[in-house]
């Protein structure tokens, strides 16, 4: 997941705790997103870099983020956090509304726009 703040300056980290809660939004549960959270903040866009292990594809996923501290998609993220050993905190869930998509896989349609 890539962020960054209003100057910028890039954020890059790795996701684990995330779930499709539709075709267009991808959630990620906020357990220690402390740079991806200012940057949020500050700049409510993010980016995934996506593998697809089934199909060998690979994608780019742009979209608009919120964050998200009450209602269904938090009280979700949560309970997966808590359900872990040990828990996580479930702080915030980030709901990522998928606005853009384009293939990230080497050779003809590199960097193609699917979506």
Known sequence: MA?????????????????????????????????TRKNL??????????????????YQIKC????????PLYEEGHKKAQANEPPLPGKAV???????IYQALYGPGAGDKLY
């Open 3 to 35: 962020t960054s703040d209003t100057s910028g300056t890039p954020n890059v980290i790795y996701v684990l705790a995330c779930w499709w809660s539709d075709d267009e939004t991808l959630c990620v549960v906020d357990n220690f997103l402390n740079k």
């Open 41 to 58: 903040d500050a700049n409510p866009k993010a980016s995934f870099a996506c593998w697809d292990q089934e199909t060998g594809k690979s």
């Open 64 to 71: 608009d983020a919120k964050v998200l501290t009450e209602g």
């Open 94 to 100: 980030v709901a990522c509304k998928v606005t853009d």
